[in-house]
């Protein structure tokens, strides 16, 4: 049975979370930023998890998925509540906790210091994300299911990830490994040089593949059937619930966390991708992707971190999706990673020896004239000394 509640772990620790904020202090920033230490902590201590489980309840795992949803609202809810002044008191939570409780939660909100709402704002990126974005990937998969598919589209339309749920589904996972995808970082570009590159083709690609769609229904772009439109209706429905809850400061809360959100999403993909290359012609194999098969890091991202398996075949579900523990494997582990692409120094000392063995091992021959010309794109003098001495022994 653990085997099928460990993935309730992250519904239920995003609901703590967003349960603590309405305590203030300390309390609104530090139980996240504890989840994310201890996750990279617990990563290096467990043994990796290579274990191929037999499922024979799926529902109970389509139910910890399900359950991100209304965690996500909760959290929305709390962060919005918590932005309020004076006596905003949306829906009388406020009142109510004070009835049963004997907690005074306005009065203790107006007394929050401004830093501990900057603390709150960066802390949550990530629980934001894992709640929403996670959860929600996995469901956006599902397009054989339309209520997991819609429910997927609508949680992470709710931090303004309107275009993902098309372009990833429809593009990325077609495009992995060559210049045409937003997900795939080139040699040599760090997360910020690469964000912005990112973000923005993920929206044109996304616009591309709804218009394309919409067309060969001989539909019109502007429309209620364009899913893009559907999704934006959401999230702007969602900024105005945060403007009703707590004014202005409500709209500058929601929007800098959806930025934020976005920032962790492409991180991710940034870490699973970087400098990979793939022929556009040929087909995704497991290779394609960074691995990665630490214990924890699985639990929260529903085997996301099963990397490989997934873009090797994307329909499948999460409980299904095998180690591959003999693919290209991320370093440190998948919280690990995340973390280091921050300081492009230190993530480029890790990925540099990860790229080397990539090309020697895994690369195709086509596919090493493709590393080669990106390892000179990069600039980086360790890729360089790789094809020299390539060359050399051939």
């Known amino acids: 049975m653990i085997r099928y ?11 703590l979370i967003a349960c603590l904020l309405f305590l203030g202090g300390a309390w609104m920033w530090l139980p996240a930023i504890l989840q994310i230490s201890a996750t990279a902590l617990a990563d290096q201590i467990f043994e990796l998890d290579t274990e191929e489980k037999d499922y024979r309840h799926p529902f109970l795992l389509d139910l910890a998925l399900y359950l991100s949803t209304p965690a996500a609202l909760f959290l929305f809810f709390a962060i919005f509540w918590v932005a309020g002044s004076g006596n905003q008191d949306p829906l009388g939570f406020g009142l109510w906790i004070h009835s049963w409780l004997g907690i005074d939660l ?14 709150m704002l960066f802390s949550l990126a990530i629980p934001i994300t ?32 309107i275009a993902f749920p098309i372009e990833h589904v429809y593009g990325h996972h077609a495009y992995v490994g060559t210049t045409k995808d937003p ?38 772009l502007w429309s209620f059937k364009n899913n893009l439109l559907r999704l934006a209706t959401i999230a702007t429905t969602t900024t105005l619930v945060a403007y009703w809850m707590a004014g202005w400061r409500g709209v500058l809360f929601h929007l800098t966390l959806c930025f934020m959100a976005k920032v962790v999403l492409e991180a991710l993909n940034y870490v699973e991708h970087y400098g990979i290359v793939r022929l556009p012609d040929r087909p995704v194999q497991p290779r394609h992707s960074w691995n990665c098969n630490h214990l924890v890091s699985g639990i929260f991202t529903y085997n996301l971190t099963r990397h490989s398996h997934h873009h090797a075949d994307a329909q499948v579900p999460f409980q299904n999706l095998r180690a591959y523990h003999d693919q290209p494997e991320m370093p440190g582990g998948f919280m690990t990673a995340y973390l280091t692409v921050f300081v492009p120094s230190l993530w480029r000392r890790r990925i540099a020896p990860k790229l080397k063995e990539w090309d020697e091992n895994y690369a195709s021959p086509q596919e090493r004239v493709l590393a080669k010309q990106a390892n000179e794109n990069s600039g980086w003098p360790e890729l360089l000394r790789l094809d020299v001495a390539a060359e050399g022994a051939a």
């Open 5 to 15: 509640l460990r993935f309730y772990i992250s519904p239920v620790t995003n609901f």
């Open 130 to 161: 894992g709640v929403g974005g996670l959860a929600g990937h996995e469901l956006i998969h599902r397009t054989w299911r339309p209520f997991d598919l819609w429910l997927g589209r609508f949680t992470m339309a709710l931090n303004w990830g």
């Open 183 to 220: 997900a795939t970082a080139a040699r040599g570009d760090s997360l910020y040089t690469h964000l912005p590159k990112a973000m923005y083709r993920t929206i044109a690609n996304a616009w591309e593949i709804e218009s394309n769609r919409l067309r060969k229904l001989e539909k019109p």
């Open 106 to 119: 306005i009065a203790i909100r107006n007394h929050n210091a401004w830093y501990h709402y900057a603390l």
